[in-house]
């Protein structure tokens, strides 16, 4: 059997360079591994937290001075079997030496290295130093003159983490460390190498399942290896043995009955587990087990049938580009709709067969220094995302590949997950023979790492490298690494997964919105030309506007909540009204010169929000736009379920303290998308429309609940200044049947029977409620900014609990707009609306893990409110 020695803990750590004043100097302080350089600093107190304020700066010349990690380690003896050192993550040149031996030279942050040190590892003491070359010398000979990147161009020959080189939401922080365990192995004559199980089909008498194990042997002697499938409840229901004749075995099983693995909201998540044991003459050698899901997986592409309600939505899609292109100031010509006369053809997600809409968001490295990303970090932003409602999370890539804790998480909640092969935006050197060797070992281990998780779905090849080409162009960004590959091997090694060469991809050009899937961030500037140059009266007709057959970046920008901000500045950055701070952690697109991303949602918040009194109330607005936004966008993407196969926000997590993109906070703190995602994402939702085309209030009922629902609604008009016993002015009552997984118009009332009652002293709620709960839409015919709200008398009815857990309910006399609990808590709802002598209770819970200095005590919770 392997027997282990790990080498995790304290190990030294010596620095080399010139300090800021121009001096060579050195440092010697203790290390952690696994760590990153700037973490051991942080705790020697020779830098500054590089999350706060602008202290990131004063940390860069980290990155120039030369690292070497070093330990020494005792062995009694020497165990039987071949010594393997392995590491799982080095960030990123490092030179490795063995009592004074060079082991090897690394070039690769992803790659987990293994090295034979027969004859270099002794009883007694041992010295292992790891030395790690600057990026500078890592690139050494490398040109990356011509090849075109957002941000930098260094990066792309750079095979670690690109965002930390500097990103529009996250700082330069490039770092070195053995960032991932590191131990000595002890390996028998022979061990198993993989093992990997996937669903080769479903039907009415079962599952057919591949199973395949690797080895390795070192050894003439017959082997033999013994298989068995364990059920959720740990009952055998498949075994088998075999001799071993080299050194793969596949095999296939099949299983009656079997229990079936779901996305969160379609069924459960049940896990079986496969066990593979190796044995020779003498007895057990190796075994190992994986945790795999039965589901199948596939991507529906159907072309749109001439006649059908998609061909209408997708010629009026372009016809509304070919207006805005036309209109547009377009210097650069880019046109996303140029398919011609091809038919558009829908993008969605099947599982098991059923059709599954995607909903959720995209994951970013939740820390600079991802070696210190704890367990229960992973556990607390997952169970978030599932609570929120998310099916889906989009790994992006210019990140990591995330380790087992993160899918571990989901696979038991349910969470599908689209990975990105770590390349994004930018032109990757294909052509240079280092750097594609290094990528194709990196591709292999990654594949072969995540290929047994049934949460996986589908893979991409990279993120928007070939964006500005189309499918059929020879030679756009990332096409060769995609065949040659990426591509390649996922077919080689994981044939039961989809792969899309690059994301988005389909269509003329690759970011088409009536073929495939497509990047509403590729449309930014587009955007932000409408909040910039108009009064954004047709905000929600705009936003309804902005479809697409499936959407992996949809953007979506806010700020974090005072309390948060409170970690990341101080007082006098707070109070400032240039808001100099909050902008510096807001980053900004290289491409928005005068027109910021911080200005770009100071405008928002400008023009559909009232006047604010005070910077933490302005603070506020930018939360609601982003509240406001994302739940209007969610509900326009669910009404066109026929049409759309889902939607992602960019982005779901913060990778450092910033305000911008996110729908969590790097604190693990909901900000106001989170909200208003997490109310449009419900089962069953309430959604009205205005449609001017048919001159009608349209009332929808959007359910992705797999069966049929059936209900009964109430449409009410009320004034914003009545109380609970006068505020109607207006009411009709309905029933509704709706199909499984289907949106549908369930009332639709004559415009002229409402519009004169839609004034800027009124509103129309919507109110419905049946077996599968109950959902309530507000609708305010003008902007938010426009209504005219009484003194709500907004207070606090009850609360219970305590600082860990609890609820407060709340009340109000009269209608009551944007309503927040503000405190460093996760609350259950906010930014919500209040109708006059509603009660409404909201549970809230601590955060000990979305830090390790998260204090403890009990926290104010603040009621606040527009009114």
Known sequence: MKRTFALTGAWQLKGEGIDPSGKEAAIAIDAQVPGHVHQDLLEAGLIADPGYRKQAEDCQWVEHWQWTYRRTFELERLEQGRPLLEFEGLDTYAEIELNGIRLARTDNMFIRYRFDISGLLRAGTNELTVRFRTVA??????????????????????????????????????????????????????????????????????????????TTGRTEEPLRLSLAIADPA???????????????????????????????????????????????????????????????????????????????????????????DANADNPDGMVWEANGERPGSGFRLLVNGVPIFCKGANWVPCDPFPSRVSDSRYEHLLRLARDAGMTMLRCWGGGIYEPEPFWDWCDRLGIVVVQDFMMACGTYPESDRDWTASLTAEVEGAIRALRNHPSLVWWNGDNENGMFAGEEDPDYPGRAIAERITGRLCAELDPSRPFQPTSP?????????????????????????????????????????????????????????????????????????????????????????????????????????????????????????????????????????????????????????????????????????????????????????????????????????????????????LKLEGTAIDAAVWSRAFDFVVGAGLSAAAAAIPAGELDALLDDRHVLVMDIGGTFGEDRCVYFSGLPADMKLATSGLRVASHAGGAEAGSVTVTADRYAKAVLLHGAYVFSDNYFDLLPGELRTIQYRGLNAASDAEASDEKEIELIGWN
């Open 505 to 717: 991809y389909g269509g003329s050009t690759n970011n088409s919105f009536t073929i495939g899937t497509a990047h509403y961030t590729g449309a930014l500037f587009e955007m932000f030309d409408v909040f910039r140059n108009t009064d954004l009266r047709d905000y929600r007709s705009y936003f309804a506007g902005l479809l697409s057959r499936f959407c992996p970046e949809f953007p979506m920008f806010g700020t974090p909540e005072v309390h948060t901000l409170q970690r990341m500045m101080n007082d006098e950055d707070l109070a400032d009204p240039s808001y100099h701070m909050l902008e510096y952690h807001t980053k900004n697109h290289p491409g928005l010169k005068d027109f910021s991303l911080f200005r770009a949602l100071a405008t928002l918040a400008d023009k559909l929000a009232p006047p604010a009194a005070s910077t933490p109330e302005q603070i506020r607005r930018m939360s609601f736009v982003q509240h406001e936004l994302t739940r209007l966008t969610v509900e326009a993407y669910r009404r066109n379920r026929h049409y759309a196969g889902g939607i992602l926000f960019w982005m779901y997590n913060d990778c450092w303290p910033a305000s911008g993109w996110s729908l969590v906070d790097y604190y693990g703190y909901p900000k106001g998308g989170y909200y208003g995602f997490k109310k449009a994402a419900r089962p069953v939702i309430a959604s009205i429309e205005r449609n001017a085309k048919s001159g009608t209030y349209d009332c929808w009922v959007c359910s992705d609940m797999p069966e049929a629902i059936r209900g009964t609604g109430m449409l009410r008009i």
């Open 137 to 214: 010398e890592g690139l050494a000979g490398k040109s990356y003159v011509g090849l075109g990147a957002a941000f930098t161009s260094e990066r792309l020959f750079v095979r670690r983490m690109q965002c930390t080189f500097g990103w529009d939401w996250v700082g330069r922080l490039v770092s070195y460390g053995i960032w991932r365990p590191v131990r000595i192995v002890f390996e028998d004559v022979a061990a198993i190498d993989d093992l990997f199980v996937y669903t080769k089909a479903l039907d009415a008498c079962g599952a057919s399942l591949a199973v395949a194990v690797e």
């Open 234 to 324: 740990g009952a055998i229901v498949w075994q088998a043995e075999r001799r071993l004749n080299g050194g793969k075995l596949e095999l296939t099983a099949d299983l009656a009955e079997p229990e079936l693995w779901w996305p969160a909201g379609y069924g459960g998540q049940p896990l079986y587990t496969f066990v593979a044991k190796l044995y020779d003459k003498s007895g057990l050698l190796d075994e190992r087990s994986r945790a795999f899901g039965i589901r199948t997986v596939r991507i529906e592409q159907l072309a749109d049938r001439t006649g059908s309600e998609e061909a209408r939505m997708t010629a009026l899609i372009r016809s509304q580009e070919t207006e805005r």
